[in-house]
């Protein structure tokens, strides 16, 4: 069974950094580029950004609300993928989903999410 | 980067009645479209992929269709399950992967 864990959520004061970490098994995890996506409350889902595989140089693409403060890395030997999130703004605050897509859309793009991990930005 | 305009926002209906949710997308993506059911407090579910394929183990009341700029799912008899919120994904151009609003399903 294909499963994709979250965890490092919790309570930080603004300015402050934090790693995420999804934890995945069940499938090859070299094969598969990583997303990461968050839900403020009461809002819509947002992609934050994702890691490329190996044959892609691991290369990260960010939206531009994160770009310049959150990193994404992997560690393909573990098959766990990081959301390192540095200066963490109050708006911020969400529930953070990783998911995984196939660059080679062998069965369309994004099959597989976690089940979130609740960050919270407050002092 | 690629918009992707949801609609309704919100839907009132009962059980039994069959619903449809529209996405626009602001340029043509062809059938690069996913669907996803997320219940409240609960990961994301894919229903759709490519616009009208249908997800291994979701009942087939569930279907989808369009290309192009525009695309629809559509549930054909609404169950109690599916009160939920809907979300369209596309992926033809990325970065950024961009979704639609949401549309939250709510019991009439």
């Known amino acids: 069974e294909v499963q994709l864990v979250e965890s490092g959520g919790g309570l930080v004061k603004p300015g402050r950094s934090l790693r995420l970490s999804c934890t995945t098994s069940?499938?090859?995890?070299?094969?598969?580029?990583m997303n990461w996506f968050r839900q403020a409350p009461g809002k819509g889902l947002e992609w934050v950004g994702f890691?490329?595989?190996?044959?892609?140089?691991?290369?990260?693409e960010f939206a531009a609300s994160v770009k310049g403060r959150f990193t994404i890395s992997r560690e393909d030997s573990k098959s766990i993928a990081y959301l390192q999130m540095n200066n963490l703004k109050t708006e911020d605050t969400a529930v953070y989903y990783c998911?995984?897509?196939?660059?080679?859309?062998?069965?369309?793009?994004?099959?597989?999410w976690g089940q979130g991990t609740t960050v919270t930005i407050s002092s | 980067d690629i918009q992707m305009t949801q609609s309704p926002s919100s839907l009132s209906a009962s059980v039994g009645d069959r619903v449809t949710i529209t996405c626009r997308a602001s340029q043509d993506i062809r059938n690069d479209v996913e669907w996803f059911q997320q219940k409240p407090g609960k990961a994301p579910k894919r229903l759709i992929y490519e616009a009208s394929s249908l997800q291994s183990g979701v009942p087939s009341r569930f279907s989808g269709s369009g290309s192009g700029t525009e695309f629809t799912l559509t549930i054909s008899s609404l169950q109690p399950e599916d009160f939920a919120t809907y979300y369209c994904l596309q992926y033809y151009t990325f970065p950024p992967i961009t979704l639609g609003q949401g549309t939250r399903l709510e019991i009439k």
């Open positions: 998911s995984r897509h196939d660059p080679k859309f062998r069965e369309g793009f994004m099959d597989v």
């Open positions: 069940g499938f090859i995890f070299g094969d598969y580029a």
């Open positions: 890691i490329r595989t190996k044959p892609y140089a691991w290369t990260t």
